[in-house]
T-cell receptor, first 113, second 114 residues
C-alpha cells in the first residue's frame, strides 16, 4: 500500500514543553523520511529528514527517530516556541525515487505562550 | 538564485473551463514533481517529469489531467473541463537529479472552481 499514517491530528502544548508527532508507513521499499512544516497559506518547507540507514538525527531543537523494523518514525521538538505553531507533515518515499513521496495527513501544532 | 516559481498564485475557473498551472523549477533543476493538496489533508503525488519526458504519472487522474515539461519553458499542469472537486492547492517541487533527496516546493496555485 501507499499509506503513511500520522498521529495526532492536533497537538497543543505550552511554550517550553516538548512535542512529539508519530508516523507509520507500509511500503517496505521506503528509505527516505522527510518532515515538512507548513504555515497557513504557505509552501511546505523541509525541516529535517532521515535516511533508513540512520536511526536518529538531530538539528538543534528538532530530532527525528526511525525504527525501520517497526516502520515507525517520529518528530521531536523540544523547548517549543509560539513560532513553531504550524501544520507538520511526515512523508516517506515511494519506490526508488526520492522525490515521489507519500505524505501523512498532517498534525496541527499549537504552542501557547 | 530564485526558488521554484509557480503562477498564478490564485486561479478561479467556472465548471467546464480549462485550468493551466505553470511551474518554473529552480535554476539547474531538471526534475519536476506536481502534488495536489485538498483542504486539511496532506499532499498527494500526481506526476513526475524530466525535461521532455513523463517519468511517472501514476498519481494523476487518467481523464482531463495532463502535464508536460518542454525543453524550453516552464512545466505545465493542464486540467480540462474542471469540476468543483478539482478545487485544491497545486504544488510543484523540483530537484536537480533523481538521486537528490531534498524537494524544494513552490508557493502553490490555489485553484477554485465555481
Amino acid at each position: 500500500g501507499e499509506n503513511v499514517e500520522q498521529h495526532p491530528s492536533t497537538l497543543s502544548v505550552q511554550e517550553g514543553d516538548s512535542a512529539v508527532i508519530k508516523c507509520t508507513y507500509s511500503d517496505s521499499a521506503s528509505n527516505y523520511f522527510p518532515w515538512y512544516k507548513q504555515e497557513l497559506g504557505k509552501r511546505p518547507q523541509l525541516i529535517i529528514d532521515i535516511r533508513s540507514n540512520v536511526g536518529e538525527k538531530k538539528d538543534q531543537r528538532i530530532a527525528v527517530t526511525l525504527n525501520k523494523t517497526a516502520k515507525h518514525f517520529s518528530l521531536h521538538i523540544t523547548e517549543t516556541q509560539p513560532e513553531d505553531s504550524a501544520v507538520y507533515f511526515c512523508a516517506a518515499n515511494r519506490g526508488s525515487t526520492l522525490g515521489r513521496l507519500y505524505f501523512g495527513r498532517g498534525t496541527q501544532l499549537t504552542v501557547w505562550p | 538564485n530564485a526558488g521554484v516559481m509557480q503562477n498564478p498564485r490564485h486561479l478561479v475557473r467556472r465548471r467546464g473551463q480549462e485550468a493551466r498551472l505553470r511551474c518554473s523549477p529552480m535554476k539547474g533543476h531538471s526534475h519536476v514533481y506536481w502534488y495536489r493538496q485538498l483542504p486539511e489533508e496532506g499532499l498527494k503525488f500526481m506526476v513526475y517529469l524530466q525535461k521532455e519526458n513523463i517519468i511517472d504519472e501514476s498519481g494523476m487522474p487518467k481523464e482531463r489531467f495532463s502535464a508536460e515539461f518542454p525543453k524550453e519553458g516552464p512545466s505545465i499542469l493542464r486540467i480540462q473541463q474542471v469540476v468543483r472537486g478539482d478545487s485544491a492547492a497545486y504544488f510543484c517541487a523540483s530537484s536537480p537529479d533523481v538521486n537528490s533527496e531534498k524537494l524544494f516546493f513552490g508557493s502553490g496555485t490555489q485553484l477554485s472552481v465555481l
